[in-house]
Each structure stands twice: as structure tokens, then as C-alpha cells.
């Protein structure tokens, strides 16, 4: 099946520093990426979407200056998250969709973990 | 504007029991799609079930099935025979058919425990 691979997995960092988190599509060429964040025991909040050699949509509320995404080829989106502080901690999903239509499903990495300390 | 309702934030079903998730839904898209997902607590989202406005047969797959009912607005997912690697968070999700770059829009969630 479709894979999505996500890394890190788990990332910790001081507060004001950058990471940068990586989204490929393995075995297949997606021209539309979603992020997505989710709190604990809460459901998934859209970020943004990003397109392949474009730049990305956000979502109202999101800071694009703050979650910098760049999506430069058919499999791979980046999402960096800038001068991190605490209320940044969570949990960043991406996803995907093999077939660019809309009753395709999305099929997602398996997140990364971010702390800020 | 989609809104998809989740009015479940726990269940608890015996192992061997079949359990119904509750899914309601409010768009003004003609056409859209409806997916569920399952999230274990090490975090992926797994794709379970579609259904989509126009089908006119509820979608199964497996052990999953979705009672779609469309004048009700709803979309609920059963699941026959638990087991107790069912247990998860229980998302649905919607999302217009009419262009394909549309992300999905998650309803808030069901945490689903099966007991022994």
C-alpha cells in the first residue's frame, strides 16, 4: 500500500531554535501535501496545504512566517517550525493522497512529536 | 462550510460484540466524501472506510461497515466481532468531492476501549 514516511519521529528542542520536519511519499509522486497538528486527546487541525513548486496555503490562525513549508519535489514537503517556544509542542502529521482525486483517501506518516523546552 | 460531529468521547464494547460509532455531518457540497480513520495510541492514522454521497450501497470492508444514512446526515461506522486490538481513537472525516486538492475536515473523535 501507499506510504507516507515522516521524520523524526520524536524531536526535543530549546525554546527559540528551528526544526525542521520531513514528509516523503515512497512510492508514489504527490503534487498536494496536508499538514496537519494535533493536541492531546484532541482531533486533527489543518495547518496548511502545500503544493509542489508553489507556495503553501494556511489555514486562518496558522503564521506562515512561523511554520515555514516548502514542498520542492513530487515527494517531499517540509515543515520547519521556527523560534519554537513551549505552546508549540505537539503532535505534526502529514499526509497524502496517491490518486489526486477527492474520494481517494488521505494516507498519513506516522507524526512527529515535538517538545520545546 | 463542513462540520462533522462526534457526540461519543468514550465507548466501551466486550470483545466479540459489535460496537456502532456515531457520525454526524453538516455541509452544503452536493457531492462530498466520508472516511473513517482509527489512531492507536502510537499516533498513525489509519485509513479504515469510504463512503461516498452518491453510492447508493453502504461501504464495508471487513469487519468495518458504515451506515450511511443521508437524509439523517449520518455516517457511523460498525464494527463486527471486536477485538481487542480495536482499541483506538476513532476519527471521521469529510471532505468535498468536487476538487481533489481539498484536505479533510476531522470530527473531534471516539476513544473506543474493548474489554476481555
Known amino acids: 500500500g501507499a506510504v507516507v514516511s515522516q521524520h523524526p519521529s520524536r524531536v526535543i528542542c530549546k525554546s527559540g531554535t528551528s526544526v525542521k520536519i520531513e514528509c516523503r511519499s515512497l512510492?508514489?509522486?504527490?503534487?498536494?501535501m496536508f499538514w496537519y497538528r494535533q493536541f492531546p486527546k484532541k482531533s486533527l487541525m489543518l495547518m496548511a496545504t502545500?503544493?509542489?513548486?508553489?507556495?503553501?496555503?494556511?489555514e486562518q490562525g496558522v503564521e506562515k512566517d512561523k511554520f515555514l513549508i516548502n514542498h520542492a519535489s513530487l515527494t517531499l514537503s517540509t515543515l520547519t517550525v521556527t523560534s519554537a517556544h513551549p505552546e508549540d509542542s505537539s503532535f505534526y502529521i502529514c499526509?497524502?493522497?496517491?490518486?489526486?482525486?477527492?474520494?481517494?483517501?488521505?494516507?498519513f506518516g506516522n507524526g512527529t512529536r515535538l517538545t520545546v523546552t | 462550510a463542513q462540520k462533522i460531529t462526534q457526540t461519543q468521547p468514550g465507548m466501551f464494547v466486550q470483545e466479540k460484540e459489535a460496537v456502532t460509532l456515531d457520525c454526524t455531518y453538516d455541509?452544503?457540497?452536493?457531492?462530498?466524501?466520508l472516511f473513517w480513520y482509527k489512531q492507536p495510541s502510537s499516533g498513525e492514522m489509519i485509513f479504515l472506510i469510504y463512503q461516498g454521497s452518491y453510492d447508493e450501497q453502504n461501504a464495508t470492508e471487513g469487519r468495518y461497515s458504515l451506515n450511511f444514512q443521508k437524509a439523517r446526515k449520518s455516517a457511523n461506522l460498525v464494527i463486527s466481532a471486536s477485538q481487542l486490538g480495536d482499541s483506538a481513537m476513532y476519527f471521521c472525516?469529510?471532505?468535498?468531492?468536487?476538487?481533489?486538492?481539498?484536505?479533510?475536515?476531522f470530527g473531534k473523535g471516539t476513544s473506543l476501549l474493548v474489554t476481555p
Open positions: 502545500s503544493n509542489e513548486g508553489s507556495k503553501a496555503t494556511y
Open positions: 499526509s497524502a493522497r496517491v490518486e489526486d482525486r477527492g474520494n481517494s483517501p488521505l494516507h
Open positions: 472525516a469529510m471532505s468535498p468531492l468536487t476538487n481533489s486538492g481539498y484536505a479533510l475536515n
Open positions: 455541509t452544503s457540497d452536493q457531492s462530498y466524501g
Open positions: 512510492d508514489f509522486q504527490a503534487t498536494t
